[in-house]
């Protein structure tokens, strides 16, 4: 699992999913860490978008799109 991580649109605090599933948040000079639904863990920064933790610590399944295959064929159907 490659770990994601995305930026809130609004505060710019970095929000990157753990192998164990929590979220580290880095807002300036603070940091935290919390659970995927948004719940505090540890660390000076309190506060977090629920909603961006979930987005971030989802599982993200394997799409028709990702596999090879597919990738492959649709390539072959697009004009040059």
Not at 36 to 50: M, N, Q, T
Not at 51 to 67: G, I, K, N, R
Request: charged share 20%; net charge positive; aromatic share 6%.
């Amino acid at each position: 699992m490659s770990a994601r991580s995305t930026r809130h649109p609004f505060t710019n605090a970095l929000y990157v999913q753990q192998p164990d599933g929590n979220v580290a948040i880095t807002d300036g000079d603070k940091h935290g860490l919390f659970r995927p639904d948004g719940r505090w863990i540890s660390g000076a920064l309190r506060e977090a978008d629920p909603q961006m933790c979930v987005w971030v610590a989802a599982q993200v399944a394997a799409t028709p799109l990702s596999d090879s295959r597919t990738a492959t064929a649709l390539k072959a159907q697009k004009p040059a």
